[in-house]
């Protein structure tokens, strides 16, 4: 497989897996040359502008080892780790770290830790063959007025591409002979200033690499999340104060989400006290927020439980957690839409009743009736922990798993959100149910449930669902669902699990999954 993007003549190949080099295809290459080579090649368009925000977000994140992060094109970051790297145990400890961390998001990492940012980006990706291997420990390069000693050695072995230059120079160092960079090493300096621009001089590469020219480090951006605070001339130490210093906070913060195009979606408020503690009370928000009200009404009942201690000299007001918000119109005559009034309610009584309490039904992909709905938190998660959580609520796995516990008003039921003629109401579980017939394949006569006797007064079905072969045993049996209804009106789904013959155990068994009505 490769990745592609376009040319001035076609489809360019922008990057390759290993199979794919080793069919003969490489960066920069027209993928109609690599085909000719292999024909089974697989291309793919980049999408160089999500490489570069996942690389952005990435840094934002690698300043867990480094505050001073760049963004080195679209698949490299630098980090300056000079009197940090004791902090995880030493600099190769500090490579293991990092090499598992970005291997559990799924990403294959070279790290290499040198005493100069070209050093280190040499070693990463021209030290070894083997792309998932780090290189474990720090090099020790010269310093500027040293000689080449140990640095050099290290460099020497690596191609000259390695010293990061364009690929005219590079092809033109290879066609003079030059292949690696200690072949440089002995060359007069004004010789090859002749042949290459100043930006492209390899001899300044190598003095870049071995510290006798400065290179610093840029750092990435990162915008603090919107803040508001003040600080008070003596400490107050009634809690009165709190309700009080709240709403002070709360109009220039919106401002400043205004500003930002930003929506709170989880706010903190903080009280400073003068003994250096910190009082905080947080809350979520439903859909993004920049009213005011509403940010003191999720906030006030917890800031009064702070305790103040020996008194309060600051308080500061932050939304933790943003999303867009772009001004809309949000109804034709100017009225609050049903779906903000929603979220706010969810907001208060999440506030109030904690968030792990206030749940609503979602949809999972499943064909499976126990399968196809749940209960997630009502508080909409940020990206990535919603699949988490419908997971953990029974939405996957090689096993059937319930869904947590809904609301204890609904504790025997959930929603079953699929059209057509199913039960109004679905059991957590399927209830085993006692049932005569007059043939093993025949409809239903009479079912016991709960120690109550049914006759059967009319009957509507089959309706056969097959289990997920890709997901359960295969012991799984089919099931025929009827929908019945008793002499006194009442009317159930149930269902008959397996048939007759179908070696998957033995007889069939009987189930109640629904009610109507």
């Given at each position: 497989?490769v990745l592609t993007i376009?040319?001035?003549?076609?489809?360019?190949?922008s990057a390759v897996?290993?199979?794919?080099?080793?069919?003969?295809?490489r960066?920069?290459?027209?993928?109609?040359?690599?085909?000719?080579?292999?024909p089974?090649?697989?291309?793919?368009?980049?999408?160089?502008?999500?490489?570069?925000?996942?690389v952005?977000?990435?840094?934002r994140?690698a300043?867990?080892w480094s505050p001073?992060?760049?963004?080195?094109?679209?698949d490299?970051?630098r980090?300056?780790?000079?009197g940090?790297?004791?902090?995880?145990?030493?600099?190769?400890?500090?490579?293991?770290?990092?090499q598992?961390?970005?291997?559990a998001?799924?990403?294959?990492?070279r790290?290499?830790?040198?005493?100069t940012?070209?050093?280190?980006?040499?070693?990463?990706?021209?030290?070894?063959?083997?792309?998932?291997?780090?290189l474990?420990?720090s090099?020790?390069?010269?310093?500027?007025?040293?000689?080449?000693g140990?640095?050099?050695d290290?460099?020497?072995?690596?191609?000259?591409?390695?010293?990061?230059?364009?690929?005219?120079?590079?092809r033109?160092?290879?066609?003079?002979?030059?292949?690696?960079?200690?072949a440089?090493?002995g060359?007069p300096?004004?010789?090859?200033?002749?042949?290459?621009?100043?930006?492209?001089?390899?001899l300044d590469?190598?003095d870049?690499?071995?510290?006798?020219?400065?290179?610093p480090?840029i750092?990435?951006?990162?915008?603090?999340?919107?803040?508001?605070?003040f600080?008070?001339?003596?400490?107050?130490s009634d809690?009165a104060?709190?309700?009080?210093?709240?709403?002070r906070?709360a109009d220039?913060?919106v401002?400043?989400l205004?500003?930002?195009r930003?929506?709170?979606?989880?706010?903190?408020?903080?009280?400073f006290?003068?003994?250096g503690?910190?009082?905080?009370?947080?809350?979520?928000?439903?859909?993004?927020?920049?009213?005011?009200?509403?940010?003191v009404?999720l906030?006030?009942?917890?800031?009064?439980?702070?305790?103040?201690?020996?008194?309060?000299?600051?308080?500061?007001?932050?939304?933790?957690?943003c999303?867009?918000?772009?001004?809309a119109?949000?109804?034709?005559?100017?009225?609050?839409?049903?779906?903000?009034?929603l979220?706010?309610?969810?907001?208060?009584?999440?506030?109030?009743?904690?968030a792990?309490?206030?749940?609503?039904?979602?949809?999972?992909d499943?064909?499976?009736?126990?399968?196809?709905?749940?209960?997630?938190?009502a508080?909409?998660?940020?990206?990535?922990e919603?699949?988490r959580?419908?997971?953990?609520?029974g939405?996957?796995?090689?096993?059937?798993?319930?869904?947590p516990?809904p609301?204890s008003?609904?504790?025997s039921v959930?929603?079953?959100p699929?059209?057509?003629r199913?039960?109004q109401?679905?059991?957590?579980?399927?209830?085993?149910i006692?049932v005569?017939?007059?043939?093993?394949e025949g409809?239903?006569?009479r079912?016991?449930?709960?120690?109550?006797v049914?006759?059967?007064?009319?009957?509507?079905?089959?309706?056969r669902?097959?289990?997920?072969?890709?997901?359960?045993?295969?012991?799984?049996r089919?099931?025929?669902?009827?929908?019945?209804e008793d002499?006194?009106?009442?009317?159930?789904w149930?269902?008959?699990?397996?048939v007759?013959?179908?070696?998957?155990?033995?007889?069939?068994?009987?189930?109640?999954?629904?009610?109507?009505?």
């Amino acid at each position: 497989m490769v990745l592609t993007i376009e040319g001035t003549h076609g489809l360019v190949i922008s990057a390759v897996t290993r199979a794919a080099a080793a069919s003969g295809a490489r960066a920069g290459a027209r993928l109609t040359d690599a085909r000719a080579l292999d024909p089974r090649l697989i291309a793919v368009p980049a999408d160089p502008a999500g490489d570069q925000a996942l690389v952005e977000k990435l840094a934002r994140w690698a300043a867990r080892w480094s505050p001073l992060v760049e963004v080195d094109g679209r698949d490299a970051l630098r980090l300056d780790v000079t009197g940090v790297a004791h902090l995880f145990g030493g600099e190769a400890a500090l490579v293991e770290d990092v090499q598992r961390r970005f291997a559990a998001l799924g990403l294959t990492s070279r790290v290499a830790i040198a005493a100069t940012p070209g050093a280190a980006w040499a070693l990463a990706r021209y030290g070894r063959k083997t792309l998932t291997l780090p290189l474990r420990g720090s090099l020790p390069l010269p310093r500027a007025g040293e000689g080449w000693g140990e640095g050099l050695d290290l460099l020497a072995p690596l191609p000259v591409a390695a010293l990061r230059l364009s690929p005219e120079a590079v092809r033109t160092l290879e066609r003079l002979g030059f292949k690696t960079i200690g072949a440089l090493a002995g060359v007069p300096r004004r010789a090859l200033a002749r042949r290459f621009r100043e930006a492209d001089n390899p001899l300044d590469a190598l003095d870049r690499a071995l510290g006798r020219k400065p290179e610093p480090l840029i750092a990435t951006a990162c915008e603090p999340p919107p803040r508001a605070s003040f600080r008070l001339a003596e400490p107050a130490s009634d809690p009165a104060v709190l309700p009080g210093a709240l709403t002070r906070l709360a109009d220039p913060l919106v401002r400043e989400l205004g500003r930002r195009r930003l929506g709170a979606r989880r706010i903190a408020f903080h009280g400073f006290r003068v003994d250096g503690e910190v009082g905080e009370a947080e809350a979520e928000t439903a859909l993004p927020t920049r009213d005011p009200a509403h940010i003191v009404r999720l906030l006030a009942d917890k800031v009064r439980t702070l305790d103040p201690g020996f008194g309060f000299d600051g308080f500061a007001l932050t939304a933790r957690w943003c999303e867009p918000l772009d001004p809309a119109q949000d109804a034709l005559l100017g009225g609050p839409r049903q779906e903000l009034e929603l979220a706010r309610l969810v907001d208060r009584l999440a506030a109030r009743l904690g968030a792990d309490r206030v749940r609503r039904p979602v949809q999972r992909d499943s064909h499976l009736p126990e399968r196809a709905s749940g209960w997630m938190s009502a508080i909409p998660p940020r990206n990535g922990e919603g699949d988490r959580e419908a997971k953990r609520s029974g939405g996957g796995g090689s096993e059937s798993r319930s869904a947590p516990p809904p609301p204890s008003n609904l504790r025997s039921v959930v929603p079953l959100p699929v059209p057509g003629r199913r039960p109004q109401r679905l059991l957590d579980r399927p209830e085993a149910i006692a049932v005569i017939y007059a043939t093993p394949e025949g409809v239903p006569r009479r079912f016991v449930w709960r120690r109550s006797v049914h006759d059967i007064a009319r009957v509507e079905g089959p309706e056969r669902i097959a289990p997920e072969w890709w997901r359960a045993p295969s012991k799984a049996r089919l099931r025929d669902y009827y929908r019945v209804e008793d002499s006194s009106g009442r009317r159930f789904w149930i269902y008959r699990e397996g048939v007759i013959g179908d070696g998957r155990g033995g007889a069939p068994a009987w189930h109640l999954h629904g009610l109507f009505g």
